[in-house]
């Protein structure tokens, strides 16, 4: 019984925590490389994640690309269009890729 009413203090007492003061989040601005196929990313990857999701991946390879892409389409459930994918790894790879094929 004990334990449940300290699990129970320590569940419902953060409800009750106050800040006097205003809390701003930060604005953060991600740099977007615009090029041929950034409309098909914007219409495929940003209506789920943000940009920041690419750009926090780093230079990768275009194999990297295009199993992240397939990632997507299959374990999320993007609705991208199969004639997309080529233009996303493309627009991906060419703007954010190391240049390595794999």
């Known amino acids: 019984m004990k ?3 300290f699990i129970s203090l320590l569940a419902f007492g953060s409800l009750f925590a106050q800040v006097q003061e205003d809390i701003e989040v930060p604005y953060i601005s991600y ?8 409309d098909t990313v914007q219409a495929n990857c940003l209506m789920c994640h943000s940009f920041g999701y690419i750009i926090n991946q780093g230079p990768q390879s275009r194999e990297f690309w295009l ?5 997507m389409i299959t ?11 080529d233009t996303v790894v493309e627009y991906l790879f060419e703007h954010y890729g190391n240049g390595k094929e794999k």
């Open 31 to 38: 740099e977007i490389k615009m090029g041929k196929g950034f």
């Open 67 to 71: 199993k992240k892409t397939e990632k």
């Open 3 to 5: 334990k449940i009413l």
């Open 75 to 85: 374990h999320f459930k993007s609705p991208m269009m199969e004639e997309d994918i």
